[in-house]
């Protein structure tokens, strides 16, 4: 779904790939093995911490998720009522019962503010840190941010051939890599998990491969031909040997541990269920299947959040339910296992909503507000952080821009968030600029 903007040529130029569809497996796996191998080239991290990082695409409205005003005029608070927490005194919009009871695992931050008030400068402040650069003067030349995904692709290295940096279903329009190449886009993996035929490109052996009729290198080659991306290497190399990447592509797609991964069906029909049987909740499941075997970070996207219309009528489907029992399922669901502590989920969108109902029913945009949830990594559990006024105009306690919130990211992943960086004309590029920590998010 599209937010009232949409996405135009500028957004495909910008993500520094020329599409939204990310790469093919082959093509990732050789361009980050150049990278490595290129002068100066280091791992910038040494953490663990793995990211989760949902992003609902659009805006979601402070008023309906964590920061509602039940004492606010009518044309302020809205149609909904308020849920209590399991903390006294903290209450969370109704639509999210699930997650109000389980607040003891994670922190709202209610006071993250700027002033990028459109869809696509908000979108590159919040999956950046960075406010999109204004070019000054004619020829000026601007320099746009890589995303936390793409940065944590560039810091990481991973096994058995898995990326490093994974979006589903889509790739939005500033998860991209800009200067750092198109070896550190996210491998998009655009499949519905909750199908039946559901299939990772790339990953899906090939039923020659599957049954052992391919019994030969040359039959083999011939299989990983005709999976959907893995062309780009064949057409450049016509030897009838396995080049490097080919083998590391058969790796992958013969690997005990990604195949058990990306395979959703090995999860218990009860596990499932508690994500919600849809597309948000299974890939939300998908996530924590692929942090566990390794994968760094990984973006959910879920559209249609820009509720200029209609708001209250589109809260009351499920898109609300979908959220609040998704994010509550894989916070627990994490917690049970044992590995929130080395996991982070983060949950937001680029801006809150209007304090006044428009006349369509909805809410417009506002940056000068927005809630943030986010839990694991060493995050404390049932915490509050910042305020708005009464009517959640402003932030107005413990107020956090977007660098902080990118810098607090960054360094629960183990970056130095005033690491600098050289983009293609080899200017320097600091990764955050004036950005401090969330303290409240360091136990």
């Known amino acids: 779904m599209r937010n009232?903007?949409?996405?135009?040529?500028?957004?495909?130029?910008?993500?520094?790939?020329?599409?939204?569809?990310?790469?093919?497996?082959?093509?990732?796996?050789?361009?980050?093995?150049?990278?490595?191998?290129?002068?100066?080239?280091?791992?910038?991290?040494?953490?663990?911490?793995?990211?989760?990082?949902?992003?609902?695409?659009?805006?979601?409205?402070?008023?309906?998720?964590?920061?509602?005003?039940?004492?606010?005029?009518?044309?302020?608070?809205g149609?909904?009522?308020?849920v209590p927490t399991t903390v006294p005194g903290v209450h969370f919009s109704d639509k999210f019962p699930k997650l109000a009871k389980g607040f003891d695992q994670f922190t709202v931050v209610r006071s993250i503010?700027?002033?990028?008030?459109?869809?696509?400068?908000?979108?590159?402040?919040?999956?950046?840190?960075?406010?999109?650069?204004?070019?000054?003067?004619?020829?000026?030349?601007?320099?746009?941010?890589?995303?936390?995904?793409?940065?944590?692709?560039?810091?990481?290295?991973?096994k058995h051939g898995l990326p490093a940096y994974v979006s589903t279903p889509r790739m939005s329009r500033s998860g991209g890599p800009n200067f750092l190449g198109?070896?550190?886009?996210?491998?998009?993996?655009?499949?519905?998990?909750?199908?039946?035929?559901?299939?990772?490109?790339?990953?899906?052996?090939?039923?020659?491969?599957e049954d052992g009729r391919a019994k030969?290198?040359?039959?083999?080659?011939?299989?990983?031909?005709?999976?959907?991306?893995?062309?780009?290497?064949?057409?450049?190399?016509?030897?009838?040997?396995?080049?490097?990447?080919?083998?590391?592509?058969?790796?992958?797609?013969?690997?005990?541990?990604?195949?058990?991964?990306?395979?959703?069906?090995?999860?218990?029909?009860a596990v499932r269920e508690k994500y919600g049987r849809n597309d948000f909740?299974?890939?939300?499941?998908?996530?924590?299947?692929?942090?566990?075997?390794?994968?760094?970070?990984v973006?959910?996207?879920?559209?249609?959040?820009?509720?200029?219309?209609?708001?209250?009528?589109?809260?009351?489907?499920?898109?609300?339910?979908?959220?609040?029992?998704?994010v509550s399922a894989l916070i627990q669901d994490l917690a049970d296992r044992g590995t929130l502590e080395n996991t982070m989920v983060v949950l937001l969108g680029e801006f809150g909503r209007t304090p006044k109902i428009n006349k369509d029913a909805g809410r417009d945009h506002w940056s000068f507000a927005m809630s943030v949830l986010m839990a694991g990594a060493g995050i404390p559990g049932g915490q509050i952080v910042g305020a708005t006024d009464v009517k959640g105009y402003y932030a107005n306690e413990n107020i956090y821009a977007p660098e902080d919130f990118a810098s607090t990211l960054y360094t629960k992943m183990g970056i130095d968030p005033t690491t600098i960086m050289h983009d293609t004309n080899n200017r320097?590029?600091?990764?955050?600029n004036n950005g401090r920590l969330i303290k409240e998010l360091f136990a």
């Open 79 to 82: 149609e909904f009522g308020t």
């Open 299 to 326: 973006t959910v996207y879920s559209g249609g959040w820009d509720d200029h219309r209609t708001l209250f009528a589109n809260f009351k489907k499920d898109k609300a339910e979908r959220v609040d029992t998704g």
């Open 113 to 158: 503010a700027h002033a990028q008030n459109n869809h696509g400068a908000g979108n590159h402040y919040l999956m950046t840190g960075s406010p999109t650069p204004v070019p000054v003067g004619c020829g000026a030349y601007v320099t746009f941010h890589p995303s936390f995904g793409s940065v944590v692709s560039h810091s990481r290295t991973v």
């Open 428 to 432: 320097p590029i600091q990764l955050v």
């Open 4 to 77: 009232c903007e949409g996405v135009g040529r500028r957004d495909f130029i910008q993500t520094g790939l020329g599409a939204l569809g990310g790469l093919g497996l082959t093509s990732m796996l050789g361009l980050r093995d150049a990278a490595a191998a290129a002068p100066g080239a280091s791992s910038l991290s040494k953490s663990n911490t793995r990211c989760i990082f949902i992003w609902l695409d659009g805006g979601p409205s402070h008023y309906e998720t964590f920061d509602p005003k039940p004492d606010a005029p009518s044309e302020i608070r």
């Open 216 to 269: 030969s290198r040359v039959e083999l080659r011939k299989s990983l031909d005709q999976m959907r991306r893995i062309t780009d290497a064949a057409a450049e190399d016509p030897a009838i040997d396995f080049d490097e990447y080919y083998a590391r592509a058969f790796d992958l797609v013969t690997s005990d541990e990604a195949q058990k991964a990306f395979d959703i069906s090995h999860e218990p029909d």
């Open 182 to 209: 198109a070896q550190h886009a996210p491998f998009v993996i655009s499949d519905n998990p909750d199908s039946k035929s559901f299939r990772v490109r790339d990953v899906t052996l090939p039923a020659e491969l």
């Open 281 to 297: 909740g299974q890939r939300l499941l998908l996530a924590r299947r692929l942090t566990e075997v390794g994968v760094p970070f």
